[in-house]
C-alpha cells in the first residue's frame, strides 16, 4: 500500500501523485459530482421538453404548487443530520443508530403532518388534485430516511463514484417514469409518482452499496447530541431560505410583481454559474476537510486554492458578462427583459464577492461549529433584508446595489469567523486576488471592445466570437501568471489522452 500523503489539495503545478492520497481522492470525487450533476441536469432538460408538450400549464400548475407547499418541510426532514455524519469525529455504531432514529422521528413527523394537511393547501387553492400529489409527496418523507444514513456515510467515505451511478439511476427513473406516465395520461400525479419512485430507488441502492447495516435497529441514546447539531443547522437554513425569499417579497412590496420577475431573470445567469462550481466542490470539500481536521491536518492551503480557483473562474466570466450586460440580456431573454439587463453589472458584482472567500458552511461545518453558522446567518438575513428594503424603496437599481452591500458584509462576517480557524490573514488571499484580477482583465478584452463600440444590440455570432475569444484569453491569462488551474488542466489533458 503506498503511503498516504497530508497534503489535502492538489500540488502547485498539479504534478502526480501517489494512487490514493488525498490530492488525488479529492480529485476522482470532484469529477464524480461534476459528471453527476451534469447528467441529472441534462436528463432532466431531455425530460422537461417531453413534459412541456404532454401536461398543461395547468397540470403542471398543480405539482409546482404540491413542491412548493411541501418545500420548507423537505429541506427541514433531514435535519442537518447528514453532516452530522460525515463530520462527527467520533462516530461509532449507537451514534449511527441514533442518527438513523432522530431521521425516523424527524421525517415520518413531517410526512405525517404534510398527509393531514394536503387538504388545506388544496382547498386554499380550490384544487383538489394538490391534496392527491401531495399524498404521495408525504410517502417520500417515509421513504427517504430508510437510506439517508447510508448516503451520509457513503460520503463521509469519499465513494462518490457509487453514489454518481445511485445518483444516474435515481435522476434516469425520475425522468423516464414522469415521462411514461404523463404520456398514459396520469396528469400531475405523473411527476409525483416518478419523485417517490427515484426516491425508493435512491434509498435501495443506498443501502445495497454498504456493507454494515447494523444500524438499521434505530436508537435514540445520542439524540440530544444529534437534536443540538442538526437543529442549529435546520435553523441556519432556514433563515438563508428565508432571506433569499424575503427580499423578494420585499421587491413585490415596494414595486411590482414584475420587478419581481426582472430581478430574478438577472440573478439566473449567475447564479446557475456558482451552483454549478460550488455545489459539486461543497459536496466533495465537507467530507474532505472534516477527515483532515479529524487527522489533525491544516486545511488552510486548501481554502486557499479554493479562492484561487473560484475566482478565477468566476471573476472573468462576469467581468465579461458585465461588459456586455444589456445587450446579452436581450438577445437571450428578449426585448421585455431589458431592465434585467440593466441591473444585472451590480448583480453579476455581488456574486462575484462571494468567492472571496469560501463559502462558511464549507469551513464551519468539518469544525463542528453550527452555533457559528446560526450566528453568521442570523447577522446576513438581518442586514440583508434591511438594506432590501430601503434599496427597494429607491428602485430597482437601488435594490441591486443593496445586494452588492449585502455581499460584503457577508464577507466580512465570514472572514472574521473563519480566521481563527484557518490562521490566515487577507494578506495570504492577495495572490489569488492579483493573479484572477489580471487574467479576468484579459479575457474581458473582447467584451471591453464591445462595449466601447457603443452598440445597443448583440448578435448570436458576435456572442460566440467573445465567448471564444474571452475563453483563449483566459487560458492565455493562467498560463502567464502560472495558476495552478493551469496545472489541473494539463493534468486532466494528460489523462484524457492516456499520456
Same mark, same amino acid.
Given at each position: 500500500?503506498?503511503?498516504?500523503?497530508?497534503?489535502?489539495?492538489?500540488?502547485?503545478?498539479?504534478?502526480?501523485?501517489?494512487?490514493?492520497?488525498?490530492?488525488?481522492?479529492?480529485?476522482?470525487?470532484?469529477?464524480?459530482?461534476?459528471?453527476?450533476?451534469?447528467?441529472?441536469?441534462?436528463?432532466?432538460?431531455?425530460?422537461?421538453?417531453?413534459?412541456?408538450?404532454?401536461?398543461?400549464?395547468?397540470?403542471?400548475?398543480?405539482?409546482?404548487?404540491?413542491?412548493?407547499?411541501?418545500?420548507?418541510?423537505?429541506?427541514?426532514?433531514?435535519?442537518?443530520?447528514?453532516?452530522?455524519?460525515?463530520?462527527?469525529?467520533?462516530?461509532?455504531?449507537?451514534?449511527?443508530?441514533?442518527?438513523?432514529?432522530?431521521?425516523?422521528?424527524?421525517?415520518?413527523?413531517?410526512?405525517?403532518?404534510?398527509?393531514?394537511?394536503?387538504?388545506?393547501?388544496?382547498?386554499?387553492?380550490?384544487?383538489?388534485?394538490?391534496?392527491?400529489?401531495?399524498?404521495?409527496?408525504?410517502?417520500?418523507?417515509?421513504?427517504?430516511?430508510?437510506?439517508?444514513?447510508?448516503?451520509?456515510?457513503?460520503?463521509?467515505?469519499?465513494?462518490?463514484?457509487?453514489?454518481?451511478?445511485?445518483?444516474?439511476?435515481?435522476?434516469?427513473?425520475?425522468?423516464?417514469?414522469?415521462?411514461?406516465?404523463?404520456?398514459?395520461?396520469?396528469?400531475?400525479?405523473?411527476?409525483?409518482?416518478?419523485?417517490?419512485?427515484?426516491?425508493?430507488?435512491?434509498?435501495?441502492?443506498?443501502?445495497?452499496?454498504?456493507?454494515?447495516?447494523?444500524?438499521?435497529?434505530?436508537?435514540?441514546?445520542?439524540?440530544?447530541?444529534?437534536?443540538?447539531?442538526?437543529?442549529?443547522?435546520?435553523?441556519?437554513?432556514?433563515?438563508?431560505?428565508?432571506?433569499?425569499?424575503?427580499?423578494?417579497?420585499?421587491?413585490?412590496?415596494?414595486?411590482?410583481?414584475?420587478?419581481?420577475?426582472?430581478?430574478?431573470?438577472?440573478?439566473?445567469?449567475?447564479?446557475?454559474?456558482?451552483?454549478?462550481?460550488?455545489?459539486?466542490?461543497?459536496?466533495?470539500?465537507?467530507?474532505?476537510?472534516?477527515?483532515?481536521?479529524?487527522?489533525?491536518?491544516?486545511?488552510?492551503?486548501?481554502?486557499?486554492?479554493?479562492?484561487?480557483?473560484?475566482?478565477?473562474?468566476?471573476?472573468?466570466?462576469?467581468?465579461?458578462?458585465?461588459?456586455?450586460?444589456?445587450?446579452?440580456?436581450?438577445?437571450?431573454?428578449?426585448?421585455?427583459?431589458?431592465?434585467?439587463?440593466?441591473?444585472?453589472?451590480?448583480?453579476?458584482?455581488?456574486?462575484?464577492?462571494?468567492?472571496?472567500?469560501?463559502?462558511?458552511?464549507?469551513?464551519?461545518?468539518?469544525?463542528?461549529?453550527?452555533?457559528?453558522?446560526?450566528?453568521?446567518?442570523?447577522?446576513?438575513?438581518?442586514?440583508?433584508?434591511?438594506?432590501?428594503?430601503?434599496?427597494?424603496?429607491?428602485?430597482?437599481?437601488?435594490?441591486?446595489?443593496?445586494? *452588492? #452591500? =449585502?455581499?460584503?458584509? $457577508?464577507?466580512? &462576517?465570514?472572514?472574521?469567523?473563519? /480566521?481563527?480557524?484557518?490562521?490566515?490573514? @487577507? %494578506?495570504?488571499?492577495?495572490?489569488?486576488?492579483?493573479?484572477?484580477?489580471?487574467?479576468?482583465?484579459?479575457?474581458?478584452?473582447?467584451?471591453?471592445?464591445?462595449?466601447?463600440?457603443?452598440?445597443?444590440?448583440?448578435?448570436?455570432?458576435?456572442?460566440?466570437?467573445? *465567448? #471564444? =475569444?474571452?475563453?483563449? $484569453?483566459?487560458? &492565455?491569462?493562467?498560463?502567464?501568471? /502560472?495558476?495552478?488551474?493551469?496545472?489541473? @488542466? %494539463?493534468?486532466?489533458?494528460?489523462?484524457?489522452?492516456?499520456?
Amino acid at each position: 500500500m503506498p503511503k498516504r500523503s497530508t497534503r489535502s489539495s492538489p500540488p502547485e503545478g498539479g504534478g502526480a501523485e501517489k494512487e490514493g492520497t488525498p490530492a488525488l481522492n479529492i480529485r476522482r470525487s470532484i469529477a464524480w459530482t461534476f459528471s453527476e450533476q451534469t447528467l441529472q441536469y441534462g436528463l432532466q432538460f431531455v425530460a422537461s421538453i417531453f413534459i412541456a408538450r404532454l401536461l398543461t400549464p395547468d397540470e403542471m400548475g398543480v405539482f409546482v404548487l404540491s413542491m412548493s407547499a411541501a418545500a420548507v418541510l423537505i429541506s427541514l426532514r433531514t435535519f442537518g443530520i447528514g453532516n452530522y455524519l460525515i463530520r462527527e469525529p467520533e462516530l461509532n455504531l449507537d451514534k449511527i443508530r441514533s442518527s438513523f432514529g432522530v431521521m425516523l422521528l424527524i421525517s415520518w413527523s413531517l410526512g405525517l403532518g404534510l398527509y393531514f394537511g394536503r387538504h388545506l393547501v388544496a382547498d386554499f387553492y380550490d384544487r383538489a388534485s394538490i391534496a392527491d400529489v401531495m399524498a404521495v409527496l408525504a410517502l417520500s418523507f417515509i421513504v427517504s430516511p430508510i437510506g439517508a444514513p447510508a448516503f451520509s456515510l457513503m460520503s463521509r467515505e469519499m465513494r462518490f463514484k457509487a453514489l454518481h451511478n445511485i445518483g444516474f439511476a435515481s435522476s434516469f427513473v425520475n425522468s423516464g417514469l414522469g415521462v411514461l406516465l404523463a404520456y398514459l395520461g396520469y396528469s400531475s400525479m405523473a411527476l409525483a409518482w416518478g419523485l417517490l419512485a427515484s426516491t425508493t430507488l435512491h434509498s435501495l441502492l443506498c443501502l445495497l452499496a454498504v456493507r454494515d447495516r447494523r444500524w438499521l435497529r434505530p436508537s435514540l441514546t445520542y439524540w440530544r447530541q444529534i437534536v443540538c447539531f442538526g437543529g442549529t443547522l435546520s435553523l441556519s437554513t432556514l433563515i438563508a431560505t428565508a432571506n433569499a425569499d424575503g427580499i423578494k417579497f420585499l421587491l413585490g412590496a415596494f414595486m411590482s410583481p414584475a420587478g419581481v420577475a426582472q430581478f430574478g431573470r438577472a440573478t439566473q445567469v449567475p447564479r446557475i454559474f456558482r451552483q454549478g462550481i460550488f455545489a459539486p466542490v461543497s459536496r466533495v470539500l465537507t467530507p474532505a476537510w472534516s477527515e483532515d481536521i479529524r487527522k489533525g491536518r491544516p486545511i488552510a492551503a486548501a481554502a486557499e486554492k479554493l479562492v484561487a480557483a473560484n475566482t478565477v473562474l468566476v471573476w472573468p466570466a462576469f467581468l465579461a458578462m458585465g461588459l456586455i450586460a444589456e445587450p446579452f440580456i436581450i438577445l437571450v431573454y428578449g426585448e421585455n427583459w431589458r431592465p434585467a439587463g440593466q441591473i444585472f453589472p451590480w448583480i453579476l458584482l455581488s456574486h462575484a464577492l462571494l468567492t472571496l472567500l469560501p463559502q462558511p458552511e464549507q469551513v464551519l461545518i468539518p469544525y463542528g461549529r453550527a452555533g457559528a453558522i446560526l450566528r453568521l446567518r442570523s447577522l446576513a438575513a438581518a442586514f440583508s433584508l434591511s438594506t432590501g428594503a430601503y434599496g427597494a424603496s429607491l428602485g430597482l437599481e437601488a435594490f441591486a446595489i443593496s445586494r *452588492v #452591500a =449585502a455581499a460584503c458584509f $457577508l464577507m466580512v &462576517l465570514v472572514f472574521i469567523t473563519v /480566521r481563527p480557524l484557518l490562521g490566515v490573514g @487577507l %494578506r495570504r488571499f492577495a495572490a489569488c486576488y492579483l493573479r484572477a484580477g489580471f487574467v479576468a482583465l484579459l479575457a474581458a478584452v473582447p467584451a471591453l471592445a464591445f462595449h466601447l463600440s457603443g452598440r445597443g444590440s448583440l448578435t448570436l455570432p458576435e456572442l460566440l466570437t467573445i *465567448v #471564444a =475569444a474571452s475563453a483563449a $484569453l483566459w487560458l &492565455l491569462g493562467i498560463v502567464i501568471t /502560472r495558476h495552478f488551474v493551469w496545472g489541473e @488542466l %494539463r493534468l486532466v489533458a494528460r489523462r484524457a489522452f492516456g499520456h
